[in-house]
């Protein structure tokens, strides 16, 4: 009778604790709200916002803005760089409260114009 006693409060306990667990938070991956890739020419940067409207600005090294732009939400656009003199250039692109920057340095490889975007 004991043994039994036991058994039903043990059962009563270990059943309690499965229905007192809190659930497990499901965890949403971090989607980068920008994105900035090379144009298929080769020529350029394409800019793709997500979710929220995104301002990309252009700078020169003396931190004189050369373009200002306005992307819809989920919007994308292709500049092309190979109107920019030699030199560095910062692309900055803000987006809910986000801003990601990227540093572009403009250079002749065999007579041609190309670019390279550091991270």
């Keep these: 009778m004991k043994n039994s006693i036991k058994l039903t409060a043990l059962f009563l ?3 309690a604790g499965l229905f007192a667990a809190v659930p497990a938070k499901t965890v949403k991956a971090d989607v980068p ?3 900035i890739s090379a ?3 080769n020529k ?3 800019v793709k916002a997500a979710d929220s409207k995104s301002i990309v600005m252009i700078y ?3 931190k004189n803005v050369l373009r200002k732009d306005v992307l819809a939400a989920n919007g994308s656009k ?3 760089l190979s109107g920019l003199d030699y030199g560095d250039y910062t692309m900055e692109v803000t987006t809910a409260g986000q801003v990601v920057k990227k540093n572009i340095h403009v250079y002749n490889e065999d007579k041609t114009k190309t670019f390279i975007v550091q991270e």
Excluded: E, H, M, R
């Design 44 to 46: 350029g940067i394409a």
């Design 39 to 41: 144009l298929a020419s």
């Design 60 to 62: 020169d090294q003396d």
């Design 78 to 80: 292709g500049y092309v």
């Design 33 to 35: 709200s920008v994105t």
């Design 13 to 15: 306990l270990a059943s």
